[in-house]
């Protein structure tokens, strides 16, 4: 295809709403991580576009650092795994973790990855996820700073994919049905 957006079948949340959602979010977890020197954890690939401007919207200091995890192979439905692809390189023991997620979907991959930096010794763990597929939860995750809840739909852009594609829109759309012809559901 010649232009990402001729995949795109419509618009579901504008980048001018997604940085209103990040600014509140970040605003709240500036004046509750202030002198706490706050570990933000990204989770790779697709949260890369949220922590970017997360980041930068908080007022205070703070650390950042990748996980690559995966619970989705190329296809849209999670394979209720969670993988390691590549560590954090920063000791959490003590520190005081926020996690920066693109979505929740049925929150396997966050419920894996509290766990796990409570098991390392983190002195906490809470999360920040830009959207949340309520519809779709398996699993019990708190998220202290919620952005947007969105329907049972597959989404694409600002960070997120489909087979690794389309992480590179600025909004976040819904794919044409064309686009996953081929599939098995
Ligand atoms: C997607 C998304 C979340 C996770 C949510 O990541 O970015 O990390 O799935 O799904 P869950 O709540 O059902 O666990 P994916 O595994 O596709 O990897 P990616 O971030 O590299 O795209
Ligand atoms: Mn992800
Ligand atoms: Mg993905």
Redesign the pocket.
């Given at each position: 295809i010649a232009d990402v957006q001729d995949d795109i079948d419509h618009e579901l949340v504008s980048a001018e709403k997604i940085h209103a959602i990040i600014e509140h979010a970040a605003a709240q977890a500036s004046e509750d991580y202030r002198g706490k020197d706050p570990l933000l954890v990204a989770?790779l690939?697709?949260?890369v576009n949220t922590l970017a401007s997360f980041s930068q919207a908080l007022s205070i200091p703070c650390q950042i650092d990748f996980m690559s995890?995966s619970s989705y192979g190329s296809g849209t439905v999670s394979s209720g795994t969670v993988t390691i692809r590549q560590d954090l390189s920063t000791d959490v023991r003590g520190r005081h973790i926020l996690i920066v997620e693109?979505i929740v979907d049925s929150g396997r991959?966050l419920a894996w990855l509290v766990e796990e930096l409570k098991r390392r010794g983190a002195a906490s763990v809470e999360i920040f996820a830009l959207l949340e597929k309520p519809a779709r939860r398996e699993v019990d995750v708190d998220v202290k700073y919620k952005g947007l809840e969105i329907p049972d739909e597959f989404v694409v852009g600002f960070g997120l994919d489909y087979d690794e594609r389309y992480r590179n829109l600025d909004s976040i759309a819904v794919l044409k049905p064309a686009v996953y012809q081929g599939e098995q559901a």
């Open positions: 989770v690939k697709g949260a995890l693109d991959t």
